[in-house]
């Protein structure tokens, strides 16, 4: 028995790749549901609102928009430091504080959304 | 050998640099191409945190829903919302058109270039009408 083994390449390549594709469909679905949401709300005022993210498939629909947004994100944001940003030390700073930045994000939602 | 040699160099383009910008005239693809790569920085240096932060004020009480309504209200507050509305429905119209050159649709010369084309069309137009929107028109 031989093992197939492959030395080359980090191997995230295809699975980002599809995550962005399947995060982007997410993210549109989303925008028109939460389009189509506001549309159909007569008298857009706090009640109206408010009452719309208190119900629970509106906090689902939301944070999985949060978490493929978040993935969305990463994966772009990354690939540009990738094109422009060359020494090392620089590009993993600007990763982790982007990690970061976006885990924080991820977290704020949560709580915004906890409390209505 | 000495043909070689003698032949008439060619011109060259390698990585172009960054005073090579404004004068380096894209194929409309490669502008939508880059507007989706700004658009998308935008949108993650300013729009989520922005988005975020106006989705608390709208969500967490009467009195924090007053200030979301004057932070959208005025006038800076509506300019950064121009620019984020242009970014997302940028973003939004050039990635539809790259899922469907996923599915091989539309990857020919011609149809490329004219969705292309089409894109940075749908997205000032969509623009225009939010905009009319953001600042009252109708």
Known sequence: M???RIVVGAHYGLRDWLAQRVSAVVLLAYTLLLLGAV?????????????????????????????????????????????????????????????????GYAIWAVIILWRV | ?????????????????????????????????????????VLFLLGIPFALYLLQESLTSELSFQSYRAIVGSIPGKLVLLVLIWAFVHHAVAGIRYLLLDR???????????????????????????????????
Do not use: C, E
């Open chain 2, 104 to 138: 091989h649709v539309g990857i020919q010369k011609d149809a490329s270039r004219s969705s292309a084309l089409a894109v940075l069309g749908i997205t000032v137009a969509l623009t225009a009408v939010l905009a009319l929107k953001l600042f009252g028109a109708f």
């Open chain 1, 39 to 103: 549309l159909f709300t007569r008298d857009l005022d706090y009640g109206s609102w408010a009452g719309m993210f208190s119900t629970v498939w509106m906090k689902v629909a939301t944070l999985l928009a949060v978490l493929a947004l978040i993935w969305h994100a990463w994966v772009g944001v990354r690939d540009i430091y990738m094109d422009y940003i060359k020494p090392t030390g620089v590009r993993l700073v600007l990763q982790v504080a982007t990690v970061v930045a976006l885990i």
């Open chain 2, 1 to 41: 050998m000495a043909d070689i040699a003698a032949q008439k160099a060619r011109p060259q383009y390698r990585n172009i640099g960054v005073n090579q910008i404004v004068s380096y005239r894209l194929p409309p693809a490669g502008i939508v191409s880059i507007l989706h790569r700004i658009s998308g920085a």
């Open chain 1, 2 to 4: 031989t093992t197939r």
